[in-house]
């Protein structure tokens, strides 16, 4: 009875506000925002990035080195350099992935030109010239106004130079290495706020097994040490899907020093690695399997968190999805090795997606960092030679802002229809909302179904708006993207938004990421 006399008030304010006609659905969404029971504060960390030396991610795509023509400054790229300040990254994950455990950080100090040149075995078996180390890392992630996560190597170095590299970043006294850091240009430590202990233990790290990783990631965290003002948080490598058997052995097994255990999850349109599915000029069939594959995520983290919850009931562990996105078959014309691919609207729209799922578990879920930054996977930035291009996954990015560090507002749709395509059905709509610190509200809806707007329209408890601003990002096709040469297809646009105080209304384009942002009345 109570939700009937709703939907009537509802469809009376509509019929007030806009006159919808929605060419799919009959009447539109309605959603309601509890800003009266605010939840726990959206982590930052949830918007992370990780920069592997992979492809040209990090050479080309960042670092081009002081003698390059291509405008830089001390050696990184001005371009790029200006877009990634656009998005507050919170953090940076580095220097792997699978290339953190081949990797000796005495590679990437000192003068450049005297520094070794190596294979990097997993990714194209191409010469790492080690200009871009730690130095040239740390110093990016000042630039950016972000924090560091360092990888570090188990799968291939022992403890003690994992424990070194730690000294030679943080350590403030007289020691050989903090003098060794002094002398190749750095005074002061760095701060060092994450470090992971190993990546992918049971794959490119190693191939361990749970109960193996556990003893060994006791004996390298023991070793981890720094001042007291500086000391990192701990993350241990764990599992990549619904299978808890790596969250289970670590958080029964370690019982001091670790703070985090990581998790990896790409999303692959067809979920078959051999043929994963193409980046653009994909079939209808694969927008909505990559949509419904990354949606797992959801209950991955779930199942990984009933296990903390059970050895950890006071919450000290984190997940740590330092592994994320999208990764399709490698792109005609690139090296394989290299893992440089397109992102289209439909990555937008897992970035979106993901967002609202990792919102609602940010008791849990510490950091997510996106695999990765620029050239490879599904990364924020391409670049060829002297140009770039953001890509509708920066543009996500970009319009999520606000989630960070902002309190999380329930939502609830009175009812959600699927999209539905072939066997595989998805929600048509995906909100979320927060509470930012200076009092707005912010409310992101994602409209799944690649042909049909839909309207939604919004009643919210325990706030009145004064105003509504709201961006969309949205597309002709499935696979639209921007190019070098059009690097303006897809961007957010301005969005009408109508509201009363009480109620907004709006129509979700097909396919859109719809960021609404809400000032409250005096
Ligand atoms: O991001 C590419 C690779 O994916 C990383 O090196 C590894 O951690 C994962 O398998």
């Not at 200006?82 to 953190?100: N, T």
């Not at 191409?126 to 799968?155: C, P, R």
């Not at 990002?473 to 070098?484: G, I, R, Y």
Request: charged share 20%.
């Amino acid at each position: 009875m109570k939700t009937k006399i709703r939907t009537t008030l509802i469809a009376g304010s509509i019929a007030l506000l806009t006159g919808f006609t929605n060419p799919a659905l009959a009447d539109p969404l309605e959603l309601s925002v509890h800003a009266d029971q605010p939840g726990d504060t959206i982590s930052r960390y949830l918007y992370g990035q990780f920069a592997e030396h992979l492809g040209r991610g990090i050479y080309e795509g960042i670092w081009v080195g002081e003698d390059s023509e291509i405008p830089h400054t001390d050696g990184y790229r001005t371009d790029v350099i200006s877009a990634l300040k656009k998005l507050e990254i919170p953090v940076i994950r580095w220097p792997g992935g699978c290339f953190a455990d081949e990797y000796n950080w005495r590679d990437g100090i000192g003068p450049r030109d005297q520094r070794p040149v190596r294979i990097n075995t997993h990714w194209g078996w191409v010469e790492e010239e080690n200009s871009f180390g730690t130095h040239e890392f740390m110093n990016l992630v000042e630039l950016l106004g972000s924090e560091a996560y360092i990888a570090g190597n188990v799968g291939s170095a022992t403890p003690r130079e994992m424990a070194q590299w730690l000294e030679y970043m943080t350590a403030d006294n007289n020691t050989e290495l903090a003098g060794l850091r002094r002398a190749n240009g750095r005074e002061k430590p760095w701060k060092v706020p994450f470090f992971g202990v190993g990546n992918e233990t049971w794959g490119c790290g190693g191939h361990r097994t749970p109960a193996y990783y556990t003893d060994l990631y006791k004996r390298y965290a023991t070793f981890l040490k720094a001042p007291q003002d500086n000391r990192p948080k701990r993350v241990a490598s764990g599992g990549s899907n619904e299978n808890t058997d790596w969250t289970e052995a670590l958080a029964s097994g370690v019982h001091r020093d670790m703070d985090g255990i990581s998790h990896h999850y790409y999303t692959l349109p067809t979920g078959n690695w051999p043929k994963k599915g193409n980046s653009t000029g994909f079939p209808a069939e694969e927008w909505i399997s990559t949509l419904h594959n990354s949606m797992k995520v959801d209950s991955h983290l779930a199942v990984n968190e009933a296990v903390l919850d059970k050895h950890d009931p006071e919450g000290q562990i984190g997940i740590y999805l330092d592994d994320w996105g999208t990764w399709y078959d490698p792109e005609d014309g690139h090296e394989p090795g290299f893992l440089y691919q397109q992102s289209s609207i439909r990555d937008a729209v897992v970035a979106a997606l993901n967002f609202n799922i990792f919102h609602r578990h940010t008791k849990r879920l510490h950091m997510a960092n996106i695999a990765q930054t620029v050239n490879v996977l599904q990364a924020v930035i391409l670049t060829e030679g002297d140009r770039i291009v953001l890509t509708p996954t920066y543009h996500a990015f970009e319009m999520y802002r606000p989630f960070m560090d902002a309190t999380f507002i329930p939502v609830k749709f009175t009812a959600m229809p699927d999209y539905t395509l072939g066997e595989i059905s998805v929600p048509m709509v995906s909100a979320s909302a927060a509470k930012t610190a200076e009092g707005s509200l912010v409310l992101a809806l994602v409209n799944l179904n690649p042909a049909d707007s839909v309207d939604v329209v919004t009643a919210l408890q325990g706030f009145s708006a004064a105003n509504a601003r709201g961006r969309t990002l949205t597309a002709e096709a499935m696979d639209s993207h921007n190019t070098f040469d059009d690097p303006g297809k897809v961007i957010p646009r301005s969005i009408e938004v109508k509201t009363d105080g009480a109620m907004l209304s709006v129509s979700l384009p097909a396919k859109s990421v719809t960021v609404i942002e809400l000032e409250e009345e005096d």
